[in-house]
Nanobody, 125 residues
Framework: QVQLVESGGGLEQAGGSLRLSCAAS????????LGWFRQTPGKEREVVGA???????YYADSVKGRFTISRDNAKNTVYLQMNSLKPEDTAVYYC???????????????????WGQGTQVTVSS
């Protein structure tokens, strides 16, 4: 049973930085595609970005140039480095795994079959 556990959320001022981590259990981590998503109350969950098994990445336009996804397969961990934070980045952030794994980053939420519990990120103005 694969489990994902996010950490690193918190309160940050606008313009600041945070790094989220998502640690996975299991031996096949390197074969997974991984994604970061976020959700605010009353809104649908949206993709932030994703990284494939060969480290190809995808970013939503709203975070492009500010956020960076990376993975460390030796540590079974995927990261989301968030710079130049804005109040509109406030949300619960989730990591997810697409265990089918492909060379291209997985953009569709429907393809992810394992989800973390989420971590709150709050950006004050």
């Amino acid at each position: 049973q694969v489990q994902l556990v996010e950490s690193g959320g918190g309160l940050e001022q606008a313009g600041g930085s945070l790094r989220l981590s998502c640690a996975a259990s299991g031996r096949a981590f390197s074969t997974y595609n991984l994604g970061w998503f976020r959700q605010t109350p009353g809104k649908e969950r949206e993709v932030v970005g994703a990284i494939s098994q060969i480290h190809m990445t995808y970013y939503a336009d709203s975070v492009k140039g500010r956020f960076t996804i990376s993975r460390d397969n030796a540590k079974n961990t995927v990261y989301l480095q968030m710079n130049s934070l804005k109040p509109e980045d406030t949300a619960v952030y989730y990591c997810a795994a697409d265990r089918t794994g492909t060379h291209f980053a997985t953009r569709s939420q429907r393809q992810y079959d394992v989800w973390g519990q989420g971590t709150q990120v709050t950006v004050s103005s």
